[in-house]
């Protein structure tokens, strides 16, 4: 079983402020997704709202067709990780784990434990002992070892260093593979995580910039470089990304992808096309200097 | 393993033609499964699939349900036949572009092919 993720003009606000701006999204059931956002965009808000962490100002979310707001059936089908754990500071990690496995229904004690050991948790340590990277870790084993049909890593692993990310990703890729489930994995080190995300989704000050395959994101960006007065002329008309200029050459990122004709006259012309990383598009559609999305 | 460049399934497809063409696999020999791939290589499997299906699309793989997928019994000779049929405009003509732009003059280039042809490498 999946469970998919709709948010339908959903509203957050935190007083004066507006997170999330009649957000519109949906997420089918059982894909690994990208949440991609600058700091405060309103990532840790859909997460929040998705885990019924907090109630909406107005609008709906819905896991698996349920508003999860005080709805314990379907809340304990969802695991929200954030950064700092959630969990009692004071208690030893041996107990943190214990708490887990009492009130997480899908929890697994033989994955817990060999992510204690390949991370090599101090067990018998308090919680406020912990290094960063290591509440990170315990983070993520929560996470993996809650089995959760909907689990949510709000930046959790940005605390680890980059061993014990890679790590992560490779465990949670294998975890995913025996035990298909929605995962959301919210970021901003796109560039060594992206292979993972089936879907990638772009907030950007609590509206919806972005969703599709990741695939088809990779697909959509190029770099046009050459004398400027030709690139110029390439690009008019398209949606212009990011522009830079060095003598009398420029570069010109477009979005929205080059047919192969395209492609030949751009080549005739004496014009290089070269791919956009990823974090690269992020970075341009998420530029402050760029028109309300 | 891959760059963030092109589209991760596209670099897999042109991966296991890569290895088609240099014969490492064989015609009728088993690929790895879709969730081989994305272990390997730590990819999302939809995308290990959908790189997968693009050689099922152009008959260069094909599926026995159930068992797995395989190299096709002419996989290897279309591939050749394709890779032909782009050479000229793949790699001959940007390499004379190479030369006019460097001053190399087009007889040198020649005179270099034929030293390989009649077995003289330089």
């Given at each position: 079983m999946t469970l998919s993720i709709t948010a339908d003009d959903l509203v957050l606000d935190y007083g004066d402020t507006?997170?999330?701006?009649?957000l519109n999204l949906h997420l089918e059931g059982g894909r690994i997704y990208g949440l991609l956002g600058r700091n405060g965009s309103g990532k840790t808000s859909f997460a929040s709202l998705a885990a019924a962490f907090r109630r909406p100002t107005s609008g709906e979310i819905t896991v698996g067709g349920t508003a999860?707001?005080?709805?314990a059936e379907i809340v304990s089908q969802i695991c929200l990780i954030r950064e700092g754990g959630d969990v009692f500071e004071s208690d030893r990690v041996s107990s943190v784990l214990r708490f887990a496995a009492a009130h997480r229904p899908y929890w697994s004690e033989e994955r817990a434990g060999q992510l204690v050991e390949r991370f090599r948790i101090p067990t018998r340590k308090r919680v406020t002992q912990l290094s960063r990277g290591m509440r990170s870790a315990l983070g993520v084993t929560l996470g993996l070892a809650s089995r959760a049909p909907v689990t949510l890593f709000d930046e959790v692993h940005l605390g680890m260093d980059a061993p014990s990310r890679y790590a992560f990703y490779e465990e949670l890729l294998n975890d995913y593979l025996a035990h298909p489930r929605t995962v959301i994995l919210s970021t901003h080190l796109i560039e060594e995580v992206s292979s993972l995300f089936e879907e990638v989704v772009i907030l950007d000050r609590g509206g919806l910039v972005l969703h599709e395959s990741a695939d088809d994101m990779r697909e959509r960006g190029a770099a046009v470089t050459g004398p400027s007065r030709d690139v110029e002329d390439f690009t008019s008309g398209m949606r212009v990304l990011g522009r830079q200029t060095l003598g009398a050459t420029s570069q010109v990122t477009v979005f929205g992808g080059l047919d192969a004709e395209q492609r030949r006259q751009a080549t005739s012309a004496g014009l290089e096309i070269g791919p956009v990383p990823l974090q690269d598009l992020f970075i341009h559609l998420t530029d402050p200097e760029r028109e309300t999305p | 393993m891959f760059d963030d460049r092109s589209p991760i399934y596209r670099q897999i497809a042109e991966r296991i033609k890569g290895d088609i063409l240099s014969g490492a696999l064989a015609e009728g020999a088993q690929v790895m499964s879709t969730n081989q791939f994305a272990v390997a290589y730590r990819i999302n499997p939809a995308t290990a699939a959908k790189g997968l299906q693009s050689l099922v699309d152009e008959d260069i793989l094909y599926k026995r349900r159930g068992v797995g997928m395989f190299v096709s019994a002419d996989a290897r000779e279309r591939l050749r036949t394709r890779h032909r049929e782009r050479f000229f405009t793949d790699v001959v003509d940007p390499m004379i572009t190479e030369a006019e732009t460097i001053g190399v003059p087009l007889d040198d280039v020649v005179d270099h092919i034929r030293q390989h042809e009649i077995g003289e490498p330089s």
């Open positions: 507006r997170a999330l701006d009649h999860p707001f005080e709805a | -």
